[in-house]
Nanobody
């Protein structure tokens, strides 16, 4: 599976962005998908994850209630809708695919290249 994330950009605090992650391959619907982020000088951290069916989702406490993960298996795409953005959300955001829906990056086998999100105060 090859993944390509896009949709990042510069937004003011309180604004919204929607990230997309397009996957190649016919097996996309069999993978759980996750979003992770890495801010400068910090370790990569979990943001959100969704099961292959979309029936199970997990969120980091820091984004719960503000971000929504979803997927469209017909379009081989997973989304991350980000609302009420804060400066601390500034990071490179990565999408990932794996066998299990989990918060742990080690369980994801395939990674996209990342897209930059910058939130100004």
């Amino acid at each position: 599976v090859q993944l390509q994330a896009f949709g990042g950009g510069l937004v003011q605090a309180g604004g919204s962005l929607r990230l997309s992650c397009a996957a190649s391959g016919r097996t996309f619907s069999s993978y759980a998908m996750g979003w992770f982020r890495q801010a400068p000088g910090k370790e990569r951290e979990f943001v959100a994850a969704i099961s292959w069916s979309g029936g199970t989702t997990y969120y980091a406490d820091s984004v719960k209630g503000r971000f929504t993960i979803s997927r469209d298996n017909a379009k081989n795409t997973v989304y991350l809708q980000m609302n009420s953005l804060k400066p601390e959300d500034t990071a490179v955001y990565y999408c990932a695919a794996g066998a299990l829906v989990t918060r742990y990056s080690t369980n994801y086998n395939y990674w996209g290249q990342g897209t930059q999100v910058t939130v100004s105060s």
